[in-house]
């Protein structure tokens, strides 16, 4: 009989682990960095979309190629509006093109855009959206590899050069007008009349200040770009002739309201010209009186309170007359409390004796 042997199972060779995820080196960002997660993917030669809370800047080998915001016009409109491209010949582009993310290139091709029209109006339009991409959001932001812009790369721009550009205008904005509430809020025109000196450009913007309209508002109207707005509107509110329509803050109601007072009544409890009031001093606080020499309270002269007695609740408010309440008579608001009642009560004893 012949056994039949098997050969033993050579041993699996253990899987190598994953390589390790690159170290982040947060030194080597430099302080005063708009975005320090921009400035990594640029260290990192990233391609794709970095989505903020104002917008999104596209990034191809660490390089800003685009830059969309919903506060600015976008190219298209900016072409429209100045009689570079006509609306037809976008979307055709657009059609033909948008998929393979050439439009750029197709208009160029085509001759629709010369090749120093197309890079002059989109580095205007990247600037213009990514002053605000990049302002500061508490918002997480989110990078998402490998998207691209179906405009196509058209004149890359490094990261440092688009943040060193974002401070340029925020510095000019600050010494032109300093608040920046006029930034997103609505416009209102002052009562100042616009003389003779402003110029065109600034009357233009004027013209469309409604107390409603914002600075993008009047940017997409104009077909101008948003930051290029914003500098004539900050003149403007330098110059008097506008401010930002904002609303005035609610009035809150006091956080303690006082207790109603308790109102006078001729002749009633404490009242001066009452014959037995608490103020008259023949009776609870005078000579024979309760507290009084020969009386059975306190020689000093002062009514003791009772030990532990609850505090007294304010009085009630004072009835206000209604035809509802015709016929009724007049009700002293003080007769509701037991403490008011307990102490007249005294009072007609001690009369009595």
């Not at 997660?37 to 660490?62: K, N, P, Q």
């Not at 904005?173 to 809020?185: G, N, S, T």
């Not at 009452?274 to 000579?287: I, M, N, T």
């Amino acid at each position: 009989m012949t056994m039949v042997t098997t050969p033993p199972t050579p041993p699996t060779p253990p899987t190598p682990p994953p390589p390790a995820l690159p170290v982040r080196d947060r030194t080597r960002i430099p302080a005063g960095a708009l975005s320090p997660m921009l400035v990594r993917l640029a260290a990192e030669r990233a391609t794709g979309v970095l989505i903020r809370e104002r917008g999104a800047l596209y990034l191809a080998d660490g390089q800003v190629v685009h830059a969309e915001s919903p506060d600015t016009p976008g190219l298209d409109l900016l072409l429209g509006a100045h009689g570079v491209l006509d609306a037809e010949g976008w979307h055709e582009a657009f059609a033909q093109a948008g998929e393979r993310g050439r439009v750029g290139r197709y208009l160029v091709d085509r001759g629709r855009l010369t090749t120093g029209a197309l890079e002059l109006c989109h580095l205007g339009a990247l600037y213009d959206a990514a002053y605000f991409v990049l302002e500061p959001s508490s918002a997480p932001a989110r990078f998402r590899y490998g998207s691209a812009h179906w405009l196509g790369p058209v004149h890359p721009v490094s990261v440092a050069a688009v943040e060193r550009e974002t401070l340029r205008r925020r510095a000019l904005l600050h010494r032109i007008w300093p608040d920046p509430a006029a930034d997103e809020a609505p416009l209102a025109r002052t009562s100042r009349p616009a003389g003779p000196s402003v110029p065109p450009r600034q009357a233009a913007v004027l013209h469309l200040v409604d107390g409603r309209r914002t600075a993008s508002d009047i940017s997409r109207a104009l077909g101008r770009p948003a930051f290029h707005t914003l500098v004539d509107v900050h003149r403007l509110a330098a110059a008097g002739l506008l401010a930002p329509d904002v609303p005035p803050p609610p009035v809150l109601p006091p956080a303690h309201p006082a207790p109603p007072s308790l109102p006078e009544h001729p002749g009633g409890l404490g009242a001066p010209d009452h014959p037995g009031g608490l103020s008259d001093p023949g009776r609870l606080g005078g000579p024979g009186g309760l507290g009084g020499p020969g009386g059975p309270g306190d020689p000093g002269g002062t009514v003791p309170a009772a030990p532990d007695a609850p505090p007294a609740p304010p009085p009630s408010a004072p009835r206000v007359w209604s035809p509802a309440h015709a016929g009724e008579p007049p009700r002293d608001p003080a007769e509701a409390d037991p403490h008011i009642t307990l102490l007249r009560r005294l009072r007609a004893a001690l009369e009595a004796l």
